[in-house]
């Protein structure tokens, strides 16, 4: 089992991370936990910076999160892709967060 770190904290089991995007409410902030390519979990602040919209509400394609309003995909560094490369309405990129699996639960360092 990997030493905690100060400041990090479980924030769901590797089963739910794999069945759906999982929102997470951790230091006061959301945050979204997918896992890529099966093995390994990803967790960024959960906000589309084009629409403001749920990264959770949406759904895991080929290890990147898609966002439901306009179909974003955020990859688990938080940098995006848009359709067409439109990204100049965009606020603030989500931030990424160093996460670890230990036992059966994704664990995250996430700064309030």
Known sequence: MKQAPSGSRALCTVSAALEAPQRVMCAGRAVVVWMVEGDRPAVIDDRCPHGNAR???GYVLYGRIVCPLHMW???AD???QAPGGRMEAA???????????????VWARVDG
Do not use: V
């Not at 606020?91 to 639960?105: C, L, R, V």
């Open 73 to 75: 995909t955020f990859g």
């Open 55 to 57: 990264l959770s509400d």
């Open 91 to 105: 606020g603030p990129m989500p931030q990424a967060y160093e996460s670890w699996i230990s036992e059966d639960e």
């Open 78 to 80: 938080g940098h995006a």
